[in-house]
């Protein structure tokens, strides 16, 4: 079984830019999450999705944030305008269903906004 | 409110010493509790995960968990650290009924040759 794959693995945008990160989860999963991840701030949650629909979009992201899952295998994270404090590791995971299950994690996107 | 807190953001270990990475929660019911760690430039993967039954979890590569409802803890344990352990360890807490997962901040093991 292939595991949850985030493309680019680096990305590094100009403030101001819009970018999109992509990632495709593990085939068959119901749930999908976006983390950032910083040193100072930790896994902090971006967006959950179950059967792609919009569970949490995140709270504090909503305004320049916005992740979509356009089918089951397969969603984006766009982040428009980016500003510098954006710059963190975004990582996407999902998991079968439900509070028991394991999450399964990609390997991040390293973001630097110059 | 509900929390998970690992007190120590960084912990030291001569390899093949014991090791112990501590976890307290707080949450309403009985949790599902696990660890993940996450190797340098790597996601996070599952280490070992708690469901209601016997309080001691055995994971992968030797380590184990044991859960303690009465301190509200979690933690982990390995006998004897290997220098591939150099990584960071999260445990999370969550519940059947609530898709959240409350994180805790995450301890840097560092291993001493």
């Known amino acids: 079984d292939a595991g949850v794959t985030q493309t680019p693995r680096h990305e590094v945008a100009e403030k101001g830019q819009t970018i999109i990160l992509k990632c495709e989860p593990v085939?068959?999963?119901?749930?999908l999450f976006w983390y950032r991840q910083t040193k100072i701030q930790g896994l902090e949650l971006l967006s959950y999705f179950r059967s792609k629909s919009l569970m949490e979009d995140g709270g504090a992201f909503k305004d320049r944030f916005k992740a979509e899952m356009l089918n089951s295998s397969f969603s984006t994270l766009k982040i428009q305008p980016t500003e510098p404090k954006d710059s963190a590791v975004y990582l996407c995971?999902?998991?079968?269903?439900?509070?028991?299950?394991?999450?399964?994690f990609g390997s991040g996107t390293r973001l630097t906004v110059l | 409110a509900q929390s998970v807190t690992q007190p120590d953001a960084r912990v030291t270990v001569s390899e093949g010493a014991s090791l112990q990475l501590r976890c307290k929660y707080s949450?309403?019911?009985?949790?599902?509790l696990f660890w993940y760690v996450q190797y340098p430039r790597q996601g996070l993967q599952l280490l070992l995960k708690y469901y209601p039954g016997d309080p001691v979890v055995q994971g992968v590569n030797g380590f184990e968990a044991e859960f303690s409802k009465s301190n509200s803890s979690f933690h982990l344990r390995k006998a004897s650290v290997h220098w591939s352990d150099w990584a960071v360890y999260f445990c999370?807490?969550?519940?059947?009924?609530?898709?959240?997962?409350?994180w805790g901040s995450g301890t840097k093991l560092i291993i001493k040759p």
């Open positions: 999370a807490v969550s519940m059947d009924s609530n898709y959240q997962l409350i």
């Open positions: 995971a999902s998991r079968d269903w439900g509070g028991a299950e394991t999450l399964y």
């Open positions: 949450y309403f019911g009985t949790p599902y």
């Open positions: 085939s068959g999963h119901n749930d």
